[in-house]
């Protein structure tokens, strides 16, 4: 078992010939700093972050001269959200930022954590969304700091 204390916080663009091994992981566990993880390929790493340590889809956990193993986003229960134009778009966005909830912008559409509650506001609304299992990635490491 490999004890993984601390993080570098580049996300390869190449690999370099490495083998990536993605490790998946919901929104919540990619806050769990202190846990015992398996990889798909059958290596176990043990978690023992700093507190606060947040892990995001494409950062890298471990290298080895072979491979490489990265945070991957898991498919969770998620809202799609599909606004039909730009003012649409800016009132979800509105209604979600109101709610401090993180937002993954793909081409499918605006995802965010599944919220019985918001999906009842934005289906009074008038705003196309649904229920559905999608990776969700959320927010980058830069965004959304107070």
Not at 46 to 65: C, D, S
Request: charged share 25%.
């Amino acid at each position: 078992m490999v004890v993984i204390q601390s993080l570098s916080h580049h996300h390869p663009a190449r690999p370099g010939g490495r083998r990536v091994v993605e490790i998946p992981m919901s929104a919540e566990d990619r806050r769990r700093v202190r846990r015992r993880i398996e990889a798909p390929d059958g290596a176990v790493f043990a978690l023992e972050l700093p507190t606060g340590t947040v892990l995001h889809p494409g950062q890298v956990l471990h290298e080895l001269p072979d491979r490489l193993y990265v945070v991957g986003a898991a498919p969770e229960d998620v809202l799609l959200v599909r606004p039909r134009d730009w003012r649409e778009a800016a009132r979800v966005a509105h209604m979600i930022g109101n709610l401090h909830r993180e937002i993954d912008l793909q081409d499918e559409g605006i995802i965010v954590l599944y919220d019985p509650m918001l999906l009842e506001r934005l289906r009074r609304a008038g705003i196309p969304a649904g229920r559905t299992h999608l990776p969700f990635r959320g927010n980058p490491p830069s965004e959304h700091k107070h």
